[in-house]
Structures are given as C-alpha cells and as structure tokens.
C-alpha cells in the first residue's frame, strides 16, 4: 500500500513541478495540479495541505543546498589561505552538481517564486555571494591597498548570480552548462586579486 501512496506523491510532486515552471507558484492552481496528476483535489490535500507545502516540497530541497553551499563558502572553506587563493575549480563544479540535481527546481526558484516565502531567494543568494566577497576581499586587503568597499562586492554577486542564470537558462545540454559556468566562473574569480 505504501508504493501507491509514494506513486501519487511522486504523481503530485512531478505535476506541481510542472505547473510551478509554466505558471510559477503565484498563478499555479492546486486544482490544475491535481487534474495533472491525476488524483481528486480532496486527495492532493491528504499529501499536502495547501500550496505553500507543495511549493516547499518542489522548492525547499535546492533553496536549503544553495544556501549551505553559499554559506560554506562565507566561511572561507573555499578560500586557500596558504596560497591566498580561490579554489574556483572546486566550487563551480558543485554549484554545477547542485543545478544538475535540481535543474527545473532551481529555475522555478528564480523566475517562479514571486508571492511565495522564497520570493526574495535571489536576492538573498546575491547577498550571501557578496558577503562571501567582502570575506576575500578583506582577508586580500591586509597584504595589500585593496578597497572591500561593500557595494563593489554587491556588483560583482550580482553579476556572477545573473551571469550563472542566463547560462542555466540558455542551455539544456548538461555538458554545456558544466562547461560554461566553469569557464564564466573562472574568468570572473581566477587571479581576482591581481584586477581589484
């Protein structure tokens, strides 16, 4: 009886996953979820008791990797103190890993999420890389006449987390996207100290 139960919920989850790509979470219906999947709005109900817990069943999974991922990198985990470097390599490639496991999630957090909890998900992802910049750039500054001027760091998030976006949304082909974000990632991050 519990693989019927899982079916429906993978039914509904697939459903709402695509309903909330189409329409985002603000114009998604529970009712066109349902009829997507298949099963009576009644039903859809014994799963997930409104549409914030759905949205958070598609969402919640890539919303709580990026920010661990982002967060580890505040800490300078990515940071190579003794060679004073970023391992960009390293952290590109799971930012890739985190898209590749949730390609269609990440995207409906992006573009999706507007009149949800995460509608200023982006946002606090560009503030999160901002700080993770800010920490480089201080850590720089003590060896040099760096300026950590925390609207500069702001710039320079945003434009990495909207660069990163118009690749994800640009190409289906998983080895492209591995190879864009690497080489647009590298060419922002490799010898940053040596252009600021």
């Keep these: 009886m519990q693989i019927l139960k899982d079916e429906i919920r993978d039914s509904i989850y697939n459903a709402a996953l695509k309903e909330f790509k189409e329409k985002g979470y603000e114009k998604a219906s529970m009712r066109s979820i349902a009829k997507k999947a298949g099963v009576s709005v009644g039903n859809m109900y014994r799963y997930f008791k409104n549409k914030d817990d759905l949205f958070f069943a598609v ?21 190579d103190r003794e060679t004073e470097n ?9 930012l890739v890993e985190i898209y590749l496991k949730y ?10 999420s507007k009149g ?13 890389v901002q700080n993770v910049i800010i920490n480089i750039l201080e850590v720089k500054a ?55």
């Design 86 to 94: 970023l391992n960009i390599d390293v952290q590109a490639r799971e």
């Design 59 to 79: 969402i919640g999974p890539v919303y709580n990797e990026l920010i661990k991922f982002i967060s580890q990198q505040k800490s300078l985990e990515a940071f």
């Design 142 to 196: 003590k060896n040099s006449n760096i300026n950590t001027e925390p609207y500069f760091a702001y710039v320079l998030s945003k434009s990495v987390i909207e660069g990163v976006i118009l690749i994800l949304k640009h190409y289906e082909d998983d080895e492209k996207v591995r190879g864009m974000v690497m080489q647009f990632v590298g060419f922002v991050f490799k010898n940053f100290d040596d252009r600021i």
């Design 116 to 128: 949800s909890k995460y509608e200023g998900a982006k946002e606090e992802i560009v503030k999160l």
């Design 103 to 112: 390609k269609e999630e990440l995207l409906i957090l992006i573009d999706g």
